[in-house]
Structure formats: structure tokens, C-alpha cells
């Protein structure tokens, strides 16, 4: 294969999304990575559903199949469990996959079909114009819910953790350097990949992720996870998470506090991602990086293994399987 | 000699009997039906079968909602359908005699083991006195016999457990009705020995109690007469027993095999259709891969999938399952990636009646999709054809990069049929080509003749390509909401689905070419159909029959032939789908004939009815 680059990957349809939105950075991020990732361009498939990530595909210039609303997941899976050496992308929405697609997000996770899963969260239902999304923050005001929109929303971690995932990521969509570390390492993953892309929508929710955004507030709003090391941040690193009851905590470090007293992140312990998927704004920064990466057989190994172990030991004759049970000659 | 005609008491002959094995869900009657099944074909006969069990997986013992049953006919002539009246019912206890005693002929031999008759079991049945002594059925021949102390006395030094033995009893009916139509007991005896291998004790009870009952039949004075059904003249070559069901899914395998690639499953457990998904997830060895999907439309989507990786893509449903899919059909037919949806029809709206059948998805299946949506339509009209139309529909599929749905139904998918087992080598060529060449692709450059986009699979360099639901441009498949070209695609699509036409043979008219009635039929009302015309031709009418299989297109020559007779007839088990098709297709005083009950049209009706046409009383409305 002849080196590729980041144009090879760019198809010649012209990008749709409204100017300034993160859908542009995300893209870029990931038409830089794939050449990067050892695999011939004809095997990659990009498979999308409804919304205005889903459009992704057409702009990747590789196989892509933009699909219906919620069930790409669903036909990635297909695609996957038959042709297990594609490397097989899902883009996604919080709409998309967490509302009218929840129930194949949740089964693709837990089947553990070797996909990478791109969930763009902008919180918003943006090509329908603004209504609110299964991740709009309670009391969200949209054309929808004038007053305020009245449901609980999904923490797209916790759920994909619930639904057994076994490599579960956030990253940001102005975040290059972060997004890219993080793509890589959801292709690197053997296992369905969940990653969560906090991504603006500067149209209908714009400033969503300011905090995390914002070089002012980012080094105290985010807390960047990093496999063996301690939960610190802030701008001079001086703060950190600490474990007190079973109830976490932010502490200064200093005065007694150092970051021995601090949990260490460990990216192969499902029970300290589920309590780290849990902090977030207002009382703790947003966590970003790998919450977890665990080893667990893929469905399309054993789906395959199967169905290689029958042929190695029954015999594929049409003829005798027509055959099968009471039969009798009529002369 | 077990299966000859060694027996001292006189014999009469028949051609054609009707006998229903009826008891509690847990008594076998199943196995006994089959068993007696494979002993009437061994024997030469022609056999159709229909099984009818209850929706409840363990309905309370002795009740009317437990009542299991199944139904065969034998015949020395050629059979159509498992039969209208029964010449025989085997009723093991009140419940099933109650349920199905309104079907046994006037004079009709029954059955029953008179100790399953008791107080309890009376009570459980709400039978206020006992039928078998208040005088109620004095209109047919009632054999009592005490079936359960019988097989009882048979094992009694096996040391087996009273439920065990309890539970041979109905290879002691199978004895008994054996010993009465001349029955070769071999067949029965070889699956006992498989069945229960592992259990040695339990082997020698069954072909034990199987004994005692062909014995006790032979010596008691309980029959007067045996009867003697001669072998039916059949086409030569070898036959298997199949279901609907099961010819469906072999249908699926050879089809893959013959285009060489994989087939992939994508369903989610329905009743009827579960036991598709059963039979292939067992048949991995042909390259099959089975997806238990979270639900409907994941069923589908991961067919689609696999489709647009290569593989021989199916999903199959009922009726509900459909309507969830509905929206995926559509995505297929945009994308133009082929796969086959197999609706095995029953009895709705809504859940409906799960286990019982109906046609009446036939519309859906043509229309039931948002925007201009055509899909090949096939239905298959036994159970072995599901064999022929399963395979059909993956050719035309894949030859027309296009969903098709197949139809069946619950009769079919249970009934079951001799089938003449075909030679691989001869069935239709179903090819597979995937375009490789880039020089002067197009996703969407379609072949002169059949209209076809070209498939290409992920993983051949060069030819990376987007698809979607997405409006596409005539030939560079790109994404196009320009007003022309949108109708350009709309009627490209219509019109490749309707150069399938040139796929379908002429259809098959059985009787005058032209005449004073024509009976149209689809899918399963196809025995019911075919033995009323030929009762009817027989008696010296004018009447034809034609069963139509592929339903979109519709066949070339049915327009012509329709007009050929002075009445057109359809009978639906449905208010009326296939005659409004036709009406408005070829504006033909098309006139229905509907039958909606959830069980399958009686020869005897449809007769009837052909009859009251004939004699000049048109447009009256239904059956019942």
C-alpha cells in the first residue's frame, strides 16, 4: 500500500454543515488519523444514521452507507459480523443513537461487535431545527418545550458503561490533538468502541461546552484521564479527586493532601469508570480521555468461529441436507 | 407381520381419510402425528399435514386453551390439503373432544380413552354430563378404550414412574390407529430408538406400548374392520416429509450455495417464523450465519449490512414484524442492495391470533412503505413450494439488486407435504458478480436489460463509494434533490420492478382455457382451490384454476387469461386484497370470496361457492 495522507481521505463531495460548526473539526481530526492507521483505504466503511453527523460519510472518501434514523449500529453490525476484516465506523448523534437508535446502541455495546462508535453530542436536535435531545439538560427552553423541557437526560458515558461497553471515550471536538489520540485508540481497540465527541453547535446551542472550550475555564472544567496516573487537575495542577466514604470528592492539593491521596485511574476497572462517568459539572470537571478499555471476546470472532468449527467437522453436502429425516423412494 | 394385512378380521378399502390426533398439550399428539405421517408415506400414500396446537406454551392440563392437535390426510389419489371433515378423531380426554368433535363426519370412527374422561377432567372441559354415556354421539362410531390402563398393564415390570408410563400412551394410539389403516409401524419404531437413545427403558416402553396398542386393536373386540388405503400413484424420484418452514430455509441455503457466497440471517424470534431462524442457525456448515437480533428492525438492518458486504441476505417476520421492517425495505430499495424479507403471515391485526393463519399482509407487502416504494412480491403456495419461491426470491433479488418479500403463512410454515426432492445441480442459476473494474464506474450505472445497479462490496480498491437514503443522481449516485432527476429515479426504480415480468413464466391454467368460471388464487389457499376445481371439472364444469406466485410484477399472460372466462373467482382468507389488485389492475368484474377465521379455507366451501356462481348468483359477499 502506498503511503496515504489526509487528502486521500477527503471524497469530492462538497461539506454541508453550517459554518463554525464542530462537525468540520471532528472531520478533519479523523481524515488525518486513518491514513495513519495501517489499513487499506477500500477497507474502511463509514455507516451512518440520521442527523447532521450522519452526514459524515459522504465526505470521507472511503465506503459509506448513510442510513436510516437510530439503526446504523444495527447495520454495522451486519456489515461486521460478515466481513470481519473491514474496519467498520458508526457517526452518530445524541439524537440518533440515544433516542430513536437506544436500543442498537446498547445491544451493538454489549454484543461487543468490533466497531468504532463516533457519538457527536451537541446536545441539540439540530437538523430538525432545534428541539431538545435525550441530552439537553433539564429545563432546556427550544421550540419544542418553550417552557422548558421536563425529562432527565442520558450521560452518554454511564450508558454506554451500563450497556457493558468495553472501550468507552470522550473527547472534544476542538481538542485536535486529544480527539486524535482518542480515534486512534478506538480503532486500536479489539471490541466495540464508544466514544463521545462533545461537539458545539453553534446554530441552535452554541457555547454547550464552553467551559470546556474556553481557554480560561477548560484546565478546571475538564479532567483529563490518563491510564495509572491520579485524578489531578486545573490550571497549575493543583487540584484532584479523592475517594471519602465512597462519596468523591474535589481537594486541594497541598496542606497535608498530595496525590498519593488521589484515585489513580485505571482504565481496566469497569467499577471506577461508572464513579468517574458520574462527575461532571456543576461540582466536578468533565472528564475526557479512556474511562475504560477492556478485553472481551468480539461477536463477530465467535460468530465466525462458529460457523468455521461446523465446516471443519459436518459435511456441507446439498445433496445429503435436502435429504435429511424419513425419506422414501417412489419407483 | 406387523404391516401387512395380517389380520383375521375383514377389510375395507378407502381412498381418501382424514384423521385428527386431538389431546392435551403434554400427550404427545404431535409426535404421534408425525409418526403416523411418515408410516402413510412409507406406505405409498400421498399425505398433506396440518398441526394445531394451542398459543400457550404449557396451557393448564385438561383444559379447552390446552387442546393439541394434528391432522392428516392419506390418500390412494393425489392430496391438496390435510382435509376438510374427519373420517377419525383420536380424542385423548374431554377437552379435545369437545374442541374438535363438530369436525368428524356423520358416522365418523372416534376414538377416545375412556379413562380420560373423568369427573375432573369433565369439569375441566365444562361438560355437565359425560359425552360418552349421556347419548350425544350417537351419530358416529365410538370406540372406547381404556388406553391408559392399558399401556399401564404393557410396562408394569419396567419399574417405570406412573407419569412416564402415563406418557406412552399415545404410542399406544399410534398402535391402535396403525393396526386400523394397515400401517407399517417400522418407521415409528426406528424414531423411538433414536428419540430416546439415551434412555434404553424408555425405548422399550414406547415400542412396547406401540405393540400393545396394535395388538389390542388386532384382538380386542373393539374394531369390526381394518382399513386398507392403497398407495397413490406418484411421480417417481425420493420424497421427504417438509414443512413450510423448513423448505424455506433450505430454499435460502441452496440459493447461497448456488451464488456462492454466505447467507446471513438477521431476525428476531415471531411466531410463526421462529423455526426458520431455528433451522439455519443448525446449518452453519453451508456457510451460514444466524443474527438474533434486539428486535425487528435490527433483524433487517443487519441483513442489510451484510448485503452490502456480499453476503446472501434474509430476514424473515410475520406480520408485525413487517411493519416495523418497513422502513429498512425502503432504505434497500433506495440503496438498491438485495435482500429478501420473508413475512410467514398470521391471523392480525395487531398480535392478533399468533398461531393461526391469514393472507391478509398481501397489501402491505405491495404498498405498505412511505413514497414511491416497489418491491417484488413472490408467495408460495404449499410447503414445499416455499422451497422454490424461497430460492426464487434470493435470484430475483440479487439479479435485480432490489428487497423482495416473500409470502407465506402459518398453514403453510407448519403444514407439511411430500416433497419431490430436487437435484442441486439443476436449479436455477442464481449468479453473483461484484463489479471490480473502476474504469468508468458509476454507483448508480445500471445494466441495459435488467435496469440493475452494479454491486460492489467494501474492500475492492478503487471503487469507494457512498450510498444512502438520500435522493440519489441518476448515474453518479451523488446526493440530488434537482426535481427531474428525482422522478428520473422514481420511475427508473418502478420500472426496473416491473421488468422483473420477463423473470415469470407463464402461468399454469388447470382446466378449459376458457370457460364459464376461473378460480384465482395465492399462497396457501392453493389445495383448497385445486381439490374443489377438480371436484367441480369432474362433475362436468366449465371451471379452471390459476395460482398466481409472483404478485409484483404480476404474470404477463393473467390479464388475457382473466378475460377468457365469463366469472372470475378469488378466494382470500382476507377481506379482499388480491381481488382489488386485480380489479384495478386489469378492470376485470373480479369478484372475492373471503374467508377470515384464522383457519385455512375447507375444500367443501370453495365448492360451494364455484357451485352458487356457476348456477348464476353472483357478488354475494362472504362465507360464513
Not at chain 1, 450497556?163 to 471490541?191: M, P, W, Y
Amino acid at each position: 500500500m502506498s503511503a496515504l495522507g489526509k487528502k486521500d481521505f477527503v471524497s469530492d463531495q462538497d461539506v454541508r454543515w453550517c459554518p463554525g460548526c464542530g462537525d468540520y473539526a471532528i472531520l478533519s481530526q479523523v481524515q488525518k488519523v486513518l491514513p495513519e492507521l495501517g489499513v487499506a483505504r477500500e477497507n474502511f466503511v463509514f455507516v451512518s444514521g440520521i442527523g447532521c453527523s450522519s452526514r459524515f460519510p459522504y465526505y470521507v472518501n472511503t465506503y459509506g452507507f448513510h442510513s436510516i434514523h437510530g439503526r446504523a449500529p444495527a447495520i454495522a453490525t451486519g456489515l461486521k459480523a460478515s466481513r470481519p476484516e473491514l474496519s467498520v465506523w458508526v457517526i452518530t448523534g445524541d439524537g440518533d443513537a440515544l433516542s430513536i437508535g437506544g436500543n442498537h446502541l446498547i445491544h451493538t455495546l454489549r454484543r461487543n461487535v468490533d466497531l468504532n462508535i463516533l457519538l457527536f453530542n451537541n446536545k441539540i436536535y439540530g437538523l430538525t431545527k432545534g428541539q431538545y435531545s435525550p441530552t439537553s439538560e433539564v429545563g432546556k427552553v427550544t421550540k419544542s418545550t418553550p417552557v422548558g423541557s421536563v425529562d432527565h437526560p442520558f450521560d452518554p458515558i454511564a450508558l454506554a458503561l451500563g450497556a457493558e461497553a468495553s472501550f468507552v471515550a470522550r473527547s472534544v471536538d476542538v481538542e485536535t490533538k486529544h480527539l486524535q489520540e482518542i480515534v486512534r485508540r478506538a480503532h486500536e481497540h479489539k471490541g466495540a468502541s464508544f466514544v463521545e465527541i462533545l461537539q458545539n453547535c453553534n446554530v441552535f446551542n452554541d457555547g454547550a461546552f464552553n467551559d470546556v472550550t474556553d481557554k480560561a475555564t477548560k484546565a478546571d472544567a475538564t479532567l483529563v484521564l490518563e491510564h495509572g496516573k491520579p485524578l489531578v487537575f486545573g490550571k497549575n495542577r493543583d487540584k484532584g479527586i479523592r475517594l471519602r466514604n465512597f462519596q468523591p470528592e474535589v481537594v486541594q492539593l497541598g496542606n497535608g493532601v498530595s496525590e498519593t491521596d488521589l484515585l489513580v485511574h485505571d482504565e481496566h476497572n469497569p467499577a471506577l469508570a461508572y464513579l468517574i462517568a458520574r462527575l461532571g459539572p456543576p461540582r466536578f470537571p468533565a472528564p475526557i480521555g479512556v474511562f475504560t478499555a477492556v478485553d472481551r471476546p468480539c461477536y463477530e470472532d465467535v460468530l465466525n468461529q462458529q460457523v468455521a468449527a461446523a465446516k471443519s467437522k459436518a459435511s456441507a453436502d446439498l445433496a445429503t441436507l435436502l435429504k435429511r429425516g424419513d425419506v422414501w423412494t417412489v419407483t | 407381520m406387523r404391516n401387512g394385512v395380517a389380520t383375521s378380521k375383514p377389510v375395507e378399502s378407502r381412498d381418501t381419510v382424514v384423521i385428527r390426533f386431538a389431546g392435551d398439550s403434554g400427550d404427545g399428539m404431535q409426535v404421534t402425528g408425525t409418526q403416523f405421517t411418515t408410516e402413510s408415506a412409507i406406505a405409498g400414500n400421498d399425505i398433506a399435514t396440518l398441526p394445531d396446537f394451542p398459543a400457550e406454551i404449557r396451557a393448564p392440563a385438561g383444559t379447552l386453551a390446552g387442546v393439541s392437535a394434528f391432522q392428516l390426510t392419506f390418500s390412494s389419489s393425489e392430496v391438496f390439503t390435510p382435509g376438510d371433515d374427519l373420517d377419525v378423531l383420536v380424542a385423548m380426554n374431554p377437552a379435545a373432544l369437545k374442541v374438535n368433535i363438530g369436525d368428524l363426519k356423520p358416522g365418523g370412527i372416534l376414538v377416545v380413552d375412556r379413562e380420560g374422561f373423568n369427573e375432573q377432567n369433565l369439569k375441566k372441559a365444562d361438560y355437565a354430563t359425560n359425552p360418552l354415556e349421556d347419548g350425544s354421539l350417537t351419530r358416529h362410531q365410538v370406540f372406547q378404550a381404556d388406553v391408559t390402563k392399558l399401556t399401564t398393564a404393557a410396562l408394569k415390570d419396567l419399574g417405570l414412574s406412573a407419569r412416564s408410563v402415563f406418557r406412552c400412551r399415545n404410542f399406544f394410539c399410534l398402535g391402535m390407529t396403525s393396526w386400523l389403516y394397515h400401517r407399517p409401524m417400522e418407521p415409528a419404531e426406528a424414531w423411538i430408538r433414536d428419540r430416546f437413545k439415551k434412555t434404553p427403558d424408555l425405548v422399550e416402553a414406547n415400542v412396547r406400548a406401540l405393540r400393545a396398542g396394535y395388538n389390542f386393536a388386532e384382538n380386542a373386540e373393539l374394531f369390526a374392520v381394518s382399513y386398507e388405503v392403497r398407495p397413490a400413484k406418484i411421480a417417481p424420484g425420493t420424497y421427504r416429509n417438509i414443512t413450510g418452514n423448513t423448505a424455506t430455509a433450505l430454499g435460502f441455503v441452496c440459493a447461497a450455495r448456488r451464488a456462492g457466497r454466505p447467507l446471513f440471517l438477521g431476525s428476531y424470534p415471531i411466531t410463526p417464523a421462529s423455526d426458520v431462524l431455528h433451522e439455519l442457525s443448525g446449518l452453519k456448515q453451508f456457510d451460514v450465519f444466524t443474527f438474533q437480533a434486539e428486535d425487528e428492525i435490527a433483524g433487517i438492518g443487519a441483513a442489510l449490512g451484510a448485503a452490502f458486504g456480499g453476503s446472501i441476505a434474509i430476514t424473515t417476520t410475520s406480520g408485525p414484524g413487517l411493519n416495523l421492517k418497513a422502513e429498512t425495505v425502503g432504505l434497500a430499495l433506495a440503496v438498491e442492495l438485495p435482500i429478501v424479507i420473508t413475512d410467514i403471515q398470521r391471523a392480525g391485526p395487531s398480535t392478533g391470533m399468533p398461531t393461526k393463519t391469514e393472507q391478509a399482509d398481501l397489501l402491505m407487502a405491495m404498498y405498505g412503505r412511505h413514497g414511491e416504494s416497489p418491491v417484488p412480491v413472490l408467495a408460495a403456495a404449499t410447503p414445499a413450494d416455499c422451497f422454490t419461491m424461497a430460492y426464487e426470491a434470493v435470484r430475483i433479488a440479487v439479479r435485480y439488486m432490489t428487497p423482495v418479500i416473500l409470502l407465506t403463512d402459518g398453514y403453510l410454515a407448519n403444514g407439511a407435504e411430500p416433497w419431490l426432492i430436487p437435484d442441486v445441480a439443476k436449479l436455477p442459476d442464481v449468479s453473483v458478480v461484484f463489479r471490480t473494474d473502476p474504469n468508468g464506474f458509476f454507483p448508480y450505472l445500471r445494466d441495459e436489460k435488467t435496469l440493475s445497479r452494479p454491486w460492489v462490496i467494501p474492500g475492492t480498491p478503487g471503487l469507494e463509494h457512498r450510498i444512502g437514503g438520500l435522493e440519489k443522481e441518476y448515474l453518479t449516485g451523488n446526493v440530488s434533490y434537482a426535481p427531474t432527476n428525482h422522478e428520473q429515479m422514481i420511475r427508473v426504480r418502478a420500472r426496473k420492478i416491473a421488468g422483473i415480468i420477463r423473470e415469470i413464466p407463464p402461468l399454469e391454467i388447470f382446466g378449459p382455457p376458457e370457460g364459464d368460471l376461473l378460480v384465482v388464487g395465492w399462497g396457501s389457499t392453493y389445495g383448497a382451490i385445486t381439490q374443489a376445481v377438480r371436484q367441480l371439472q369432474a362433475a362436468g364444469h366449465a371451471v379452471a384454476q390459476i395460482h398466481i406466485r409472483h404478485l409484483n410484477p404480476l404474470p404477463a399472460d393473467l390479464g388475457g387469461i382473466l378475460r377468457r372466462y365469463k366469472k372470475v373467482l378469488v378466494p382470500e382468507m382476507n377481506l379482499g386484497q388480491l381481488v382489488r389488485m386485480l380489479r384495478a389492475e386489469y378492470l376485470v368484474d373480479a369478484i372475492g370470496f373471503n374467508k377470515i377465521q384464522g383457519r385455512p379455507f375447507k375444500v367443501s366451501e370453495i365448492a360451494a361457492r364455484c357451485l352458487k356462481l356457476l348456477n348464476g348468483r353472483m357478488h354475494e359477499e362472504s362465507a360464513a
